[in-house]
């Protein structure tokens, strides 16, 4: 694979550190693991999702996985993984770069990843999305989370995404247009800062093509659940 | 020496309390029963650095001390004598000692690979130290290697004068407060870089946004958290690491313990505040006492009465208290961030202790700390100035990096010819600004203004969060916690040289140093650059440079200069106090002057130990 080979020569660039007089490394390689698990109240048995992201790196250089999917009765419906060269442009804002895998729903896709991810003014955080597939088609991601503090340790947070393509996929049921938007809203308490149960709720909806899609597979096009998960990193 | 002054600087030593805390392991739990810090008096002293278990919280914790004591012995000596000091590393890693504030050759200095033919004390290795006690006062030493003065390595110094003291008192204590977490500091800086605001449990919340909309309607709350929120930045980030993973300490002993110093009614008690801390400014008072300051970073001061001091990281504050009565008297030291404090009494009767004062409520930053001038901008409409930070569409090359000050000073220094006022109308944020209100404002403002300031093209990118519009020096202000309690709190501004300073050189160049960072990144650097990519600062034998510093965070910084002395222009340029570390505020400036009169390198940098591996400097003196 061609683009791990990049990932790995990338690495050892990124990484190669400068010591401090007194022996210690102002920008140190640091690495941190964080995600949301959540069960959902959705139809099929033990229906969950995930969502978790990582980076190894230093200040204004990181490698930046990212994994996102859903899984219902045993078996994986969606599950997508980001691998990313994420460089700080602005003092709040990070370009990334590179591809991103679906493997499900089946047939397995391949795109190339632009991505602005940071802190908008009001303290939004954004994650917005292009990808390039292939036959040059093309989709983008707008992901969008606040944090309201109720408390020092309990927070609400409304968060929404919003997915549309430049063309129809009809294998992988998603069509032109706007396709989904996703809005959720958690209600978290952080036991420690790495550490904080939430319960919300979750609400999906599809639109244009990709609606006509499920209807004609049989599937719902809106789905409102009650979720309860974990939000931890480290 | 007569007898009488014998008497007096006699150092009281010995006060043993908790009997219980004798039953337990002393080699576990020295730290809760010694009360008064180890003393080695003399000209020649033998250091032994080691790992040592310490158990402040109930969890035992490998510490750095030396000669197994936490803070390290107190160091006392004289004036004028010569010092030897064999430090002996017991360690698996390397060491250093810097005698903070201390005038000597760079190469006793003791910072690795900064100071002259220093690399740091191996594994198993001594190193002799000897230099002239050339000074009298309270200073402190400390660890320059890793992070182990976090972990402990931190212990004071008291060097009696050689003539007579002019102060006078009975009783002599030394109160080194300082922060202790048992947590690896590694640990610590990496969770800083992965969330900043991790020990920050002081944000705002739903209770703050309902109180401020009660109290100031809905628009106006939405106005006054408008620019915070424009700017990402939080109103209550007040210090790095709070008490939430930090156990406060005075001379080594917890809050519930309490350090004692025992005084007789009518005593003049001495206390010589020290702040050791890695991370923690103090406020500091003693409720029921008024506290004449004598001495700042041990150079005696005209006598000022305060009920509350401000100890930024690495100062020194000499007290004098008087007690009247017969009763115990809490020294009670805040953090700044109010999460915790440190805690000692002074009681004629060691089973008598003070009332324990409440916390006070932690503070919001203010406009001024975010470098606003607040003086002049009554009449301005903060809504319509709407200002971003940085700035993108702006047109830097040709605004010579004047700020994005759009306010009196820069505005008027400006080149209008030279800005293209067209790109700055792209910025949409800066349409609504009335400029010609503004720079009628600041004709009068410009006359007593001494230089500009200017941001350099290094201070723009992604490593930096802000840039002080208009930073003001703020000499009389006591800093966000301490405006307006109801206290008189000390300010730079009382600070007056014991001595005539009428016949000081003028500056013959000044360098203005602009700290930077970007807290959210939790980056660090001076002028726009980390000291890993930093060219050393040249200074020249001989000549006096001032300094003048121009904050562009919202922390405060302690910055310290290695080697010379900062003697600090507080207006009055008769009675120029002579500091080692000088706090600048969150989005403030301030100047001082140095006589470079030491050869060699020397290090400059920030006090704060998490911010200053990036926020350093090396300078050369040639």
């Known amino acids: 694979m061609e683009y791990l080979k990049i990932i790995t020569i990338g690495c050892l660039f990124v990484l190669t550190s400068s010591s401090f007089a007194s022996g210690m490394e102002d920008d140190p390689v640091v690495t941190k693991v964080m995600g949301e ?50 460089k700080a442009v602005t003092p709040f804002w990070d370009l990334q770069f590179g591809v991103k895998q679906d493997f499900q729903p089946k047939p397995k896709r391949h795109w190339g990843v632009i991505a602005a991810k940071g802190l908008a003014p009001y303290l939004f955080e954004v994650d917005a999305s292009l990808f390039v597939g292939e036959s040059g088609r093309l989709g983008a991601r707008l992901d969008a989370e606040y944090e309201y503090m109720l408390s020092q340790k309990l927070i609400l947070s409304p968060e929404v995404e919003i997915n549309a393509f430049s063309k129809d996929d009809e294998l992988t049921g998603t069509g032109k247009g706007l396709s989904s938007v996703e809005a959720g809203l958690r209600l978290r308490y952080e036991v420690t800062r790495e550490f904080a149960p939430y319960i919300g709720i979750n609400w999906e909806k599809k639109y244009g093509k990709t609606a006509d899609f499920s209807i004609a597979e049989g599937e719902d096009i809106e789905d409102a659940q009650i979720v309860v998960g974990v939000r931890f990193w480290f | 020496m007569n007898s009488k002054t014998l008497s007096r600087r006699q150092f009281v030593t010995g006060v043993t309390i908790g009997a219980a805390a004798l039953a337990i392991n002393p080699s576990l739990l020295f730290a809760g029963m010694r009360n008064n810090i180890t003393t080695l008096t003399g000209n020649t002293f033998n250091l032994s650095i080691g790992a040592q278990s310490v158990n402040f919280t109930g969890t035992m914790r490998s510490a750095t001390t030396v000669n197994n004591a936490l803070p390290a012995p107190l160091l006392r000596f004289k004036e004028g004598e010569m010092i030897t000091l064999n430090v002996t590393n017991h360690l698996t890693e390397n060491t250093s000692i810097h005698w903070h504030g201390l005038i000597l050759p760079s190469e006793m200095d003791g910072v690795p690979d900064i100071s002259n033919d220093f690399h740091g004390i191996k594994p198993g290795e001594t190193f002799t130290y000897r230099f002239k006690a050339q000074q009298s006062g309270t200073y402190w030493y400390h660890s320059h290697s890793s992070f182990q003065e976090q972990t402990g390595l931190y212990g004071p110094i008291v060097i009696d004068p050689a003539g007579k003291d002019p102060i006078t008192y009975d009783k002599d204590y030394v109160v080194m407060l300082s922060d202790w977490t048992d947590e690896n500091p590694t640990d610590v800086y990496h969770k800083l870089k992965k969330l900043s605001h991790y020990y920050n449990f002081n944000e705002r919340t739903h209770t703050d946004l309902m109180e401020d909309i009660e109290k100031k309607g809905l628009e106006n709350t939405w106005n006054d958290r408008k620019m915070w929120n424009q700017m990402r930045m939080s109103q209550r980030d007040l210090s790095d690491v709070t008490g ?49 300051v004598v001495a700042a970073d041990g150079q005696n001061i005209e006598p000022v009465s305060v009920d509350e001091c401000r100890i930024g990281v690495a100062e ?257 340029n008769r009675y120029i106090p002579r500091k080692h570390t000088v706090i600048v505020q969150p989005g403030a400036k301030i100047s001082y002057r140095v006589q470079v009169d030491a050869k060699g390198s020397w290090a400059y940098h920030c006090h704060l130990l998490y911010h200053m591996l990036g926020m350093f400097r090396r300078v050369d003196v040639v």
């Open chain 2, 316 to 572: 020194t504050y000499d007290v004098i208290v008087e007690p009247k009565y017969d009763r115990a008297y809490t020294i009670f030291a805040q953090d700044i961030s109010r999460s915790g404090y440190a805690r000692g009494t002074l009681t004629p009767d060691a089973s008598m202790l003070g009332e324990v004062p409440e916390l006070d409520k932690a503070s919001s930053l203010t406009h001024s700390d975010m470098g606003m001038n607040m003086s002049n901008m009554a009449g301005m409409d903060h809504s319509t100035m709407n200002m971003s930070w940085p700035m993108k569409g702006m047109d830097h090359a040709k605004m010579n990096h004047t700020s994005m000050n759009m306010k009196q000073t820069t505005m008027v220094g400006m080149d209008h010819s030279k800005m293209d006022h067209s790109s700055m109308g792209q910025q949409k944020s800066m349409a609504g600004m009335d400029h010609s209100k503004m720079k009628m404002t600041g004709n009068k403002k410009m006359l007593t203004m001494d230089s500009m300031v200017t941001h350099a093209d290094t201070e723009f990118g992604p490593h930096i969060d802000m840039r002080s519009a208009d930073p003001q020096y703020r000499l009389d202000d006591p800093g966000v916690g301490l405006r307006n309690n109801g206290r008189k709190v000390l300010v730079y501004a009382d600070l007056r040289n014991l001595h005539m300073t009428h016949n000081y050189p003028d500056p013959d160049r000044e360098i203005q140093l602009h700290l930077t960072g970007n807290m959210s990144r939790y980056m660090w650097s001076i002028n726009g650059v980390k000291f890993a990519d930093a060219e050393p600062l040249r200074f020249k034998f001989g000549e006096v440079v001032r300094i003048t510093f121009v904050n562009d965070t919202m922390m405060n910084h302690p910055m310290h200069l290695h080697g010379m002395w900062s003697d600090l222009e507080t207006g009055d």
């Open chain 2, 244 to 292: 939430y993973t930090y156990t406060y300490l005075a001379n080594g002993i917890t809050p519930d313990k309490g350090w004692v110093g025992l005084f007789e009614k009518g005593d003049k008690v001495r206390v010589r505040f020290i702040n050791g801390s890695a991370m923690t400014f103090f406020d500091v008072r003693i409720p029921g006492l008024k506290m004449t």
């Open chain 1, 37 to 86: 698990v959540e069960l959902r109240s959705t139809d099929g048995a033990n229906p969950g999702a995930w969502n978790i992201e990582a980076w190894i790196g230093k200040d204004l250089n990181k490698f930046w996985v990212k994994t996102k999917g859903e899984r219902v009765a045993g078996h994986t419906e969606k599950s997508e993984l980001q691998w990313l060269y994420s």
